[in-house]
């Protein structure tokens, strides 16, 4: 905070070194603000009100039927009728604006500046409107809203029904010709239906979507299919193990030896299961990382050592146990169950393989229609999006068409509207332009910010150092000391005649622009 104080400090410092360019160029732009001001030309404003009486019983009871525009369409269609070109170059023949444009680029540009002066207001109340058109004199502004007055109420008076027969006259032709459109639209449906009726979906899909889920289904088939074989190769490679004499005893020992031992640890089997499953409850809501978590999966490990050393135990004791007259019984058992497993892979492998070549037709048949069903489904989309688009336009054409003639059946049995001038043309006593009590104080801080910144500019173009820490923090050099200044008696006289000479002359330029706000405002009131 300091260093901005300072720093502050010091830019008023220098400021204050070239106040007096600054005063000058204060009241330089204080005299040429005020000649400005006054010169500006007073304007005044003419203005007229208009009633137009719409409304009538059958306007409410077709409401939803016709056309009705609301206020905001009325000034729109008010705003267009006035202010357009035609328009106003009547407007200039009837005010004899056009006596001082001689040629027609004065006579546009004269146009263009009554299109932005002429302005027509709501006044708050249903259909009463206000036209206004300010000027630097009296009798022209007035002439200028009379002119725009008659041509108010002479175009307003036949514009409802031409436009309404324009309308109709339009919508027939538009209605022939969709009619038309939509006619070619639905024949060309029936002939490029008829002719791609075989390449059509039930459920919708694209030729590459078709292609896709079909293949997805051989993949998927061939893998059941593999999957199969390697069951029947395996039911096969064991039951010829069976019937073997030499391996005999080692399949059956060893199917024996596994079911018994998968019989033998079921309490371990039972807790390993368990614990597994409360690994996996603690893994949906815990990291890793958790305390549960890491104490479950070395349970688990604990818990299958102890299996694998009990089915190691297990089987040493089914190895060493002698099995002489057991061997018979149970080859003869497995031999059966091990038929009854290559039979029923067998059967399985034969209906995949069936499902398979199915699928392969279906997959090939539909990739040598690929080739054509991307052409055939654009022109499906294009005929349906022109087919759509023609109908809907059809029948929005159709819908405007029976209201645009119950509109003007309306308007025959309703009427004309009534046009009726309240206030007739009237210009203000007094200018309502300039606002000249506005326009002085602001010349007077345009004033002010000039000499501020001529003072601002010279400091920074003419800088100098007004302290020691200044200089040392601009150069970075150590400072060795300061010779301060000896101001005599006279010196402080003249610096303190300075200084109020300086006030003065900022003081009279405020003072002055206060006393011609004072008097500028006693004038209106008195012309009020």
Same mark, same amino acid.
Request: proline residues 3%; neutral net charge.
């Given at each position: 905070?300091?260093?901005?104080?300072?720093?502050?400090?010091?830019?008023?410092?220098?400021?204050?070194?070239?106040?007096?360019?600054?005063?000058?160029?204060?009241?330089?732009?204080?005299?040429?603000?005020?000649?400005?001001?006054?010169?500006?030309?007073?304007?005044?404003?003419?203005?007229?009100?208009?009633?137009?009486? *719409?409304?009538?019983?059958?306007?409410?009871?077709?409401?939803?039927?016709?056309?009705?525009?609301?206020?905001?369409?009325?000034?729109?269609?008010?705003?267009?009728?006035?202010?357009?070109?035609?328009?106003?170059?009547?407007?200039?023949?009837?005010?004899?604006?056009?006596?001082?444009?001689?040629?027609?680029?004065?006579?546009?540009?004269?146009?263009?500046?009554?299109?932005?002066?002429?302005?027509?207001?709501?006044?708050?109340?249903?259909?009463?409107?206000?036209?206004?058109?300010?000027?630097?004199?009296?009798?022209?502004?007035?002439?200028?809203?009379?002119?725009?007055?008659?041509?108010?109420?002479?175009?307003?008076?036949?514009?409802?029904?031409?436009?309404?027969?324009?309308?109709?006259?339009?919508?027939?032709?538009?209605?022939?010709?969709?009619?038309?459109?939509?006619?070619?639209?639905?024949?060309?449906?029936?002939?490029?239906?008829?002719?791609?009726?075989?390449?059509?979906?039930?459920?919708?899909?694209?030729?590459?979507?078709?292609?896709?889920?079909?293949?997805?289904?051989?993949?998927?088939?061939?893998?059941?299919?593999?999957?199969?074989?390697?069951?029947?190769?395996?039911?096969?490679?064991?039951?010829?193990?069976?019937?073997?004499?030499?391996?005999?005893?080692?399949?059956?020992?060893?199917?024996?030896?596994?079911?018994?031992?998968?019989?033998?640890?079921?309490?371990? +089997?039972?807790?390993?299961?368990?614990?597994?499953?409360?690994?996996?409850?603690?893994?949906?809501?815990?990291?890793?990382?958790?305390?549960?978590?890491?104490?479950?999966?070395?349970?688990?490990?604990?818990?299958?050592?102890?299996?694998?050393?009990?089915?190691?135990?297990?089987?040493?004791?089914?190895?060493?146990?002698?099995?002489?007259?057991?061997?018979?019984?149970?080859?003869?058992?497995?031999?059966?169950?091990?038929?009854?497993?290559?039979?029923?892979?067998?059967?399985?492998?034969?209906?995949?393989?069936?499902?398979?070549?199915?699928?392969?037709?279906?997959?090939?048949?539909?990739?040598?229609?690929?080739? *054509?069903?991307?052409?055939?489904?654009?022109?499906?989309?294009?005929?349906?999006? +022109?087919?759509?688009?023609?109908?809907?336009?059809?029948?929005?054409?159709?819908?405007?068409?029976?209201?645009?003639?119950?509109?003007?059946?309306?308007?025959?049995?309703?009427?004309?509207?009534?046009?009726?001038?309240?206030?007739?043309?009237?210009?203000?006593?007094?200018?309502?332009?300039?606002?000249?009590?506005?326009?002085?104080?602001?010349?007077?801080?345009?004033?002010?910010?000039?000499?501020?910144?001529?003072?601002?500019?010279?400091?920074?173009?003419?800088?100098?150092?007004?302290?020691?820490?200044?200089?040392?923090?601009?150069?970075?050099?150590?400072?060795?000391?300061?010779?301060?200044?000896?101001?005599?008696?006279?010196?402080?006289?003249?610096?303190?005649?300075?200084?109020?000479?300086?006030?003065?002359?900022?003081?009279?330029?405020?003072?002055?622009?206060?006393?011609?706000?004072?008097?500028?405002?006693?004038?209106?009131?008195?012309?009020?």
């Amino acid at each position: 905070m300091e260093e901005v104080v300072r720093q502050a400090l010091t830019l008023m410092r220098g400021m204050w070194r070239f106040r007096w360019p600054g005063v000058i160029a204060a009241w330089v732009v204080a005299v040429i603000g005020t000649i400005i001001v006054s010169r500006i030309p007073d304007q005044y404003e003419a203005s007229a009100r208009i009633y137009v009486d *719409t409304q009538s019983i059958l306007k409410p009871l077709m409401a939803g039927l016709t056309v009705q525009p609301n206020v905001e369409q009325q000034i729109g269609m008010l705003s267009r009728t006035l202010i357009s070109r035609p328009n106003l170059e009547k407007l200039v023949r009837m005010s004899d604006l056009d006596l001082k444009a001689s040629t027609r680029a004065d006579q546009d540009a004269l146009i263009d500046v009554l299109m932005k002066q002429i302005t027509i207001k709501n006044t708050g109340r249903d259909n009463l409107y206000s036209l206004e058109y300010r000027d630097s004199d009296r009798d022209k502004a007035k002439k200028v809203v009379q002119s725009l007055v008659s041509i108010f109420i002479e175009s307003g008076l036949g514009a409802s029904r031409k436009d309404n027969d324009s309308a109709k006259t339009f919508l027939n032709e538009q209605i022939k010709q969709y009619e038309a459109k939509l006619e070619e639209a639905e024949s060309r449906m029936k002939d490029f239906k008829l002719r791609n009726i075989d390449m059509q979906s039930s459920d919708g899909k694209d030729a590459a979507s078709r292609v896709a889920d079909i293949s997805a289904q051989l993949q998927q088939a061939q893998l059941d299919l593999r999957e199969a074989e390697n069951e029947a190769a395996s039911a096969k490679a064991q039951l010829a193990g069976e019937k073997n004499p030499t391996g005999s005893s080692a399949v059956t020992d060893s199917l024996l030896q596994e079911s018994e031992i998968a019989v033998s640890t079921p309490e371990i +089997d039972a807790r390993i299961e368990a614990q597994k499953r409360n690994l996996d409850s603690l893994e949906q809501r815990f990291t890793d990382q958790h305390p549960d978590i890491i104490a479950a999966k070395h349970l688990i490990k604990e818990l299958e050592a102890q299996k694998r050393k009990e089915v190691a135990q297990l089987r040493k004791a089914a190895l060493a146990t002698p099995q002489v007259g057991g061997n018979i019984a149970n080859a003869s058992l497995a031999t059966q169950e091990l038929s009854r497993l290559q039979a029923t892979a067998e059967v399985k492998v034969a209906a995949l393989k069936a499902r398979v070549a199915e699928y392969s037709g279906r997959l090939a048949q539909a990739r040598a229609s690929l080739k *054509t069903a991307p052409q055939i489904e654009a022109e499906a989309a294009q005929l349906n999006r +022109d087919y759509e688009v023609t109908k809907k336009n059809y029948q929005d054409l159709v819908a405007r068409q029976q209201s645009a003639v119950m509109s003007g059946e309306l308007e025959v049995a309703a009427g004309v509207a009534d046009f009726r001038l309240i206030d007739p043309p009237r210009v203000t006593p007094q200018p309502v332009a300039p606002n000249r009590l506005l326009l002085l104080p602001i010349a007077l801080v345009a004033a002010l910010a000039a000499g501020l910144g001529v003072a601002f500019a010279a400091s920074q173009l003419m800088p100098v150092f007004s302290d020691g820490d200044e200089l040392r923090t601009v150069t970075g050099l150590p400072l060795l000391g300061v010779v301060s200044m000896v101001i005599n008696d006279v010196e402080r006289r003249r610096e303190r005649l300075g200084t109020l000479w300086f006030a003065g002359a900022s003081g009279g330029l405020v003072g002055l622009f206060a006393l011609g706000m004072v008097a500028l405002a006693l004038i209106a009131r008195r012309g009020g």
